[in-house]
């Protein structure tokens, strides 16, 4: 069980682009989607958290106008990076939760969208 | 510009050794503390996790070690096999802060045959 699925596992795109990730929860129902980016030889750097229903609480130094975050049920949220650009390209990686859980395990990662913006 | 690259803490170990992986938190008021074991383009895969007011838990084949005192963590991996090379991360967590983790820089485990 717990299972997070993303998709797609790669993209290619140019520079000035638009790329939707899409991050589902599989067998349970997410409150709280997680979007990390991660860059070569680093570790996970959270974005933004995105609760089902509202808007996205974004990290400092991330924009919200150049990655968008929706979340509109409670096994799908959705990462859109506007007018991407070569500094873009990284691993992005969503994890979900079941709000206000305090057993263990309480997020579960998706295998990561790598992005390579040309 | 270019970008530099850091480079990752490595620990190489020969095969059936033990592996201890280190890591210093950074918030005292944490609530619990997880390892992640990443391999090459993959999502961080859960260990094994410790409350705060624990200083050792035991899973199969891996210890993990809190110091409140100090701000350290460790992860002892039993009889190291080639399968456990990965990154490793330490992440943690305050409960009621919107559940976020907030990761360590990571450590390379190579396992040597």
């Known amino acids: 069980g717990a299972v997070v699925s993303q998709h797609p596992s790669w993209v290619i795109c140019k520079s000035g682009t638009s790329v939707k990730i899409e991050c589902r929860s599989l067998?349970?129902?997410?409150?709280?989607m997680f979007w990390y980016r991660q860059f070569p030889k680093q570790s996970l750097m959270l974005m933004a958290t995105?609760?089902?229903?509202?808007?996205?609480?974004?990290e400092q130094g991330v924009e919200k106008d150049k990655f968008l975050i929706n979340h509109a049920s409670l096994t799908l949220s959705t990462l859109t990076v506007t007018s991407a650009h070569p500094e873009d390209s990284s691993f992005y990686i969503c994890?979900?939760?079941?709000?206000?859980?305090?057993?263990?395990?309480?997020?579960?990662f998706g295998p990561g969208t790598r992005l390579t913006v040309l | 510009g270019e970008s530099v690259g850091l480079h990752l803490p490595t620990l190489s170990v020969q095969e059936g050794d033990n592996s201890i992986i280190n890591c210093a938190y950074s918030?005292?008021?944490?609530?619990?503390f997880i390892w992640y074991k990443q391999e090459s383009g993959k999502g961080p895969q859960f260990i094994i996790d410790?409350?705060?007011?624990?200083d050792k838990r035991q899973g199969q084949r891996v210890t993990v070690l809190l110091n409140k005192t100090v701000k350290h963590l460790s992860l002892q991996i039993a009889a190291t096999q080639p399968g456990d090379s990965a990154v490793y991360f330490c992440?943690?967590?305050?409960?009621?802060?919107?559940?976020?983790?907030?990761f360590g820089t990571g450590t390379q485990l190579k396992v040597e045959l």
């Open positions: 994890s979900a939760s079941t709000w206000g859980a305090t057993s263990t395990d309480t997020q579960y």
């Open positions: 067998d349970f129902q997410a409150t709280t």
């Open positions: 995105s609760n089902e229903g509202s808007k996205a609480t974004y």
């Open positions: 918030n005292s008021a944490s609530d619990y």
């Open positions: 410790i409350r705060s007011n624990m």
């Open positions: 992440a943690e967590i305050l409960l009621g802060g919107g559940n976020k983790l907030t």
